[in-house]
T-cell receptor, first 112, second 115 residues
Framework: RKEVEQDPGPFNVPEGATVAFNCTYS??????FFWYRQDCRKEPKLLMS???SGNEDGRFTAQLNRASQYISLLIRDSKLSDSATYLC?????????????FGQGTTLQVKP | DAGVIQSPRHEVTEMGQEVTLRCKPI?????LFWYRQTMMRGLELLIY????????DSGMPEDRFSAKMPNASFSTLKIQPSEPRDSAVYFC?????????????FGPGTRLTVL
């Protein structure tokens, strides 16, 4: 089983739609969770951290369910510029801090 | 801030040749990471350094791969000899890691093609 699993998609949605991505992680001892965004042929960039209580940043909402080891990202009112791959990221709880485990990514294509 | 700098941006080489990828982390960051990304395997951590010391190299695929960090502002990833299956995008990232939630900042990557 992969340490971080995501549905690769692609998710094809019209502008203005609401879309949700899910992610599961295998190690219950993980403490830090993130969503990174990667545009085509570019490097990954942090989109947002995910906190236990859930957090929102504009049109983006992230949720964490520790009991189910499940992370979600909700995008409301999708824009064309949201088209990208979204990577679910979890810290490796063993050894030193700093090591992150990346999911394979979920591809979103927002169409006019 | 110039961000993480990687060179070269593109490298095309023939099987058996030595390849050296270079990275300059963000000034003041004390963690440096080397990743490899392919369509099949996604983003994989190869090795990471803390204060120039290799901490975890369990992701390095085999002895053909080696990485060094001679000082806080420079790191290299070397493949010798290169093989076609090494073709991938290699990213370098750095972070300050004052806490586990510190962001990793990625460089633009080196796109390696081994013929």
């Amino acid at each position: 089983r992969k340490e971080v699993e995501q549905d690769p998609g692609p998710f094809n949605v019209p502008e203005g739609a609401t879309v949700a991505f899910n992610c599961t992680y295998s190690n219950s001892a993980s403490q830090s969770f993130f969503w990174y965004r990667q545009d085509c042929r570019k490097e990954p960039k942090l989109l947002m951290s995910v906190y236990s209580s859930g957090n929102e940043d504009g049109r983006f909402t992230a949720q964490l369910n520790r009991a189910s080891q499940y992370i979600s990202l909700l995008i409301r009112d999708s824009k064309l510029s949201d088209s990208a791959t979204y990577l679910c990221v979890v810290n490796s709880p063993s050894g030193n801090t700093g090591k992150l485990i990346f999911g394979q990514g979920t591809t979103l294509q927002v169409k006019p | 801030d110039a961000g993480v700098i990687q060179s070269p941006r593109h490298e095309v080489t023939e099987m058996g040749q030595e390849v050296t990828l270079r990275c300059k982390p963000i000034s003041g960051h004390d963690y440096l990471f080397w990743y490899r990304q392919t369509m099949m395997r996604g983003l994989e951590l190869l090795i990471y350094f803390n204060n120039n010391v290799p901490i975890d190299d369990s992701g390095m695929p085999e002895d053909r791969f080696s990485a060094k960090m001679p000082n806080a502002s420079f790191s290299t990833l070397k493949i010798q000899p290169s093989e076609p299956r090494d073709s991938a995008v290699y990213f370098c990232a750095s972070s300050s890691q004052k806490s586990a939630t510190d962001t990793q900042y990625f460089g633009p990557g080196t796109r390696l093609t081994v013929l």
